[in-house]
Nanobody, 121 residues
Framework: QVQLVESGGGLVQAGGSLRLSCAAS????????MGWYRQAPGKQRELVAA???????NYADSVQGRFTMSRDSAKNAVYLQMNSLKPEDTAVYYC???????????????WGQGTQVTVSS
Protein backbone atom coordinates (compact mmCIF):
# COMPACT_ATOMS: atom_id res chain seq x y z
CA GLN A 1 0.00 0.00 0.00
CA VAL A 2 1.17 3.49 -0.86
CA GLN A 3 0.49 6.70 1.02
CA LEU A 4 1.15 10.30 0.05
CA VAL A 5 0.96 12.69 2.97
CA GLU A 6 0.89 16.44 2.42
CA SER A 7 1.45 19.25 4.87
CA GLY A 8 1.95 22.99 4.89
CA GLY A 9 -1.32 24.48 3.71
CA GLY A 10 -3.03 27.35 5.46
CA LEU A 11 -4.33 30.89 5.28
CA VAL A 12 -2.09 33.68 4.02
CA GLN A 13 -2.54 37.23 2.79
CA ALA A 14 -2.00 38.14 -0.83
CA GLY A 15 1.68 38.58 -1.52
CA GLY A 16 2.65 36.08 1.16
CA SER A 17 4.35 32.71 0.94
CA LEU A 18 3.65 29.12 1.87
CA ARG A 19 5.64 25.91 1.50
CA LEU A 20 3.92 22.59 0.87
CA SER A 21 5.55 19.24 1.55
CA CYS A 22 4.62 15.74 0.44
CA ALA A 23 6.19 12.40 1.29
CA ALA A 24 5.38 9.08 -0.31
CA SER A 25 5.70 5.89 1.72
CA UNK A 26 4.79 2.24 1.57
CA UNK A 27 5.41 -0.46 -1.01
CA UNK A 28 7.26 1.64 -3.60
CA UNK A 29 9.57 0.13 -6.19
CA UNK A 30 10.23 3.26 -8.21
CA UNK A 31 8.74 6.71 -8.72
CA UNK A 32 8.60 8.30 -12.13
CA UNK A 33 6.89 11.67 -11.92
CA MET A 34 5.94 13.61 -8.81
CA GLY A 35 3.93 16.76 -8.90
CA TRP A 36 1.34 19.10 -7.52
CA TYR A 37 -2.20 19.71 -8.70
CA ARG A 38 -4.87 22.01 -7.38
CA GLN A 39 -8.62 22.25 -7.48
CA ALA A 40 -10.57 25.41 -6.77
CA PRO A 41 -14.29 25.32 -5.93
CA GLY A 42 -16.35 24.69 -9.05
CA LYS A 43 -13.30 24.10 -11.21
CA GLN A 44 -11.48 21.07 -12.56
CA ARG A 45 -8.28 19.83 -11.02
CA GLU A 46 -5.31 21.37 -12.80
CA LEU A 47 -1.59 20.78 -12.94
CA VAL A 48 0.54 23.21 -10.95
CA ALA A 49 3.98 21.67 -11.36
CA ALA A 50 5.45 18.26 -12.11
CA UNK A 51 8.93 16.80 -12.27
CA UNK A 52 9.95 13.50 -13.85
CA UNK A 53 12.67 11.42 -12.27
CA UNK A 54 16.01 12.90 -13.31
CA UNK A 55 14.33 15.81 -15.05
CA UNK A 56 13.42 19.42 -14.41
CA UNK A 57 10.12 20.75 -13.12
CA ASN A 58 7.45 21.98 -15.50
CA TYR A 59 5.10 24.69 -14.32
CA ALA A 60 1.69 25.95 -15.25
CA ASP A 61 1.85 29.37 -16.86
CA SER A 62 -0.21 30.82 -14.01
CA VAL A 63 2.47 30.01 -11.41
CA GLN A 64 5.64 30.33 -13.47
CA GLY A 65 8.11 32.60 -11.70
CA ARG A 66 6.22 32.51 -8.39
CA PHE A 67 6.23 28.82 -7.44
CA THR A 68 9.25 26.57 -7.17
CA MET A 69 9.04 22.80 -6.96
CA SER A 70 11.84 20.66 -5.61
CA ARG A 71 12.20 16.94 -5.24
CA ASP A 72 14.19 14.75 -2.87
CA SER A 73 14.30 11.34 -4.52
CA ALA A 74 16.12 9.75 -1.59
CA LYS A 75 13.18 10.62 0.66
CA ASN A 76 10.44 10.13 -1.95
CA ALA A 77 9.47 13.68 -1.15
CA VAL A 78 8.44 16.74 -3.10
CA TYR A 79 8.04 20.35 -2.04
CA LEU A 80 6.30 23.42 -3.43
CA GLN A 81 7.51 26.86 -2.42
CA MET A 82 4.77 29.35 -3.23
CA ASN A 83 5.66 33.04 -3.25
CA SER A 84 3.74 36.16 -4.24
CA LEU A 85 0.49 34.33 -3.61
CA LYS A 86 -2.69 35.66 -5.17
CA PRO A 87 -6.35 35.13 -4.19
CA GLU A 88 -6.76 33.08 -7.37
CA ASP A 89 -4.24 30.57 -5.99
CA THR A 90 -6.85 29.56 -3.42
CA ALA A 91 -7.54 25.85 -3.85
CA VAL A 92 -7.03 22.41 -2.42
CA TYR A 93 -3.54 21.32 -3.41
CA TYR A 94 -2.91 17.65 -4.11
CA CYS A 95 0.37 15.78 -4.28
CA UNK A 96 0.64 13.25 -7.09
CA UNK A 97 3.11 10.46 -7.76
CA UNK A 98 3.25 8.11 -10.74
CA UNK A 99 4.99 5.02 -9.45
CA UNK A 100 5.50 1.28 -9.55
CA UNK A 101 4.97 -1.00 -6.59
CA UNK A 102 6.94 -3.83 -8.20
CA UNK A 103 9.52 -4.27 -10.96
CA UNK A 104 7.01 -5.80 -13.37
CA UNK A 105 4.00 -3.72 -12.44
CA UNK A 106 2.55 -0.76 -14.29
CA UNK A 107 3.20 2.85 -13.38
CA UNK A 108 0.06 4.16 -11.74
CA UNK A 109 -0.95 7.53 -10.28
CA UNK A 110 -1.38 7.97 -6.54
CA TRP A 111 -2.82 11.00 -4.76
CA GLY A 112 -2.50 12.63 -1.41
CA GLN A 113 -5.52 13.69 0.62
CA GLY A 114 -5.11 17.35 -0.28
CA THR A 115 -4.23 20.42 1.72
CA GLN A 116 -6.19 23.68 1.68
CA VAL A 117 -4.45 26.88 0.63
CA THR A 118 -6.44 30.07 1.11
CA VAL A 119 -5.13 33.46 -0.01
CA SER A 120 -7.01 36.48 1.28
CA SER A 121 -7.05 39.80 -0.55
Amino acid sequence: QVQLVESGGGLVQAGGSLRLSCAASGSIFSINTMGWYRQAPGKQRELVAAQPSGGSPNYADSVQGRFTMSRDSAKNAVYLQMNSLKPEDTAVYYCNAVLKTSRWGSSLPYWGQGTQVTVSS
